[in-house]
């Protein structure tokens, strides 16, 4: 069983910055490949930003790409999310998830894992 906890949340304005984490425990964190998700309400699910198990690929939504950094430290079995620019849309529950395998998927469907979320409130 993976355990896996989110960090990092909170309420900013627009144009500011936060770093979201993802601490994991429970399995040999770099044999999964990372991502992390969004539900705003009413809406579904999106996908924002995944990792490779090794950290050397790297894929994000164009809604946020430019504008946030995903990373990992798999000696810390920690993955973070340094998000910039923030906008008002950018509002929503954020989620990280695992999948066992080096390859990074998009779909939420691919991971095996996932985090209890952590709000971010982006005010304008």
């Known amino acids: 069983q993976v355990q896996l906890v989110e960090s990092g949340g909170g309420l900013v304005q627009a144009g500011g910055s936060l770093r979201l984490s993802c601490a994991v425990s429970g399995r040999t964190f770099s044999n999964y490949a990372m991502g992390w998700f969004r539900q705003a309400p009413g809406k579904e699910r999106e996908f924002v930003a995944a990792i490779s198990a090794g950290g050397g690929r790297t894929a994000y939504a164009d809604s946020v790409k430019g504008r946030f950094t995903i990373s990992r430290d798999n000696a810390k079995n920690t993955m973070y999310l340094q998000m910039n620019s923030l906008k008002p849309e950018d509002t929503a529950v954020y989620y990280c998830?695992?999948?066992?395998?080096?390859?990074?998927?998009?779909?939420?469907?691919?991971?095996?894992?996932w985090g209890q979320g952590t709000q971010v409130t982006v005010s304008s």
């Open positions: 998830a695992a999948r066992f395998g080096v390859v990074l998927t998009t779909t939420p469907h691919g991971y095996d894992y």
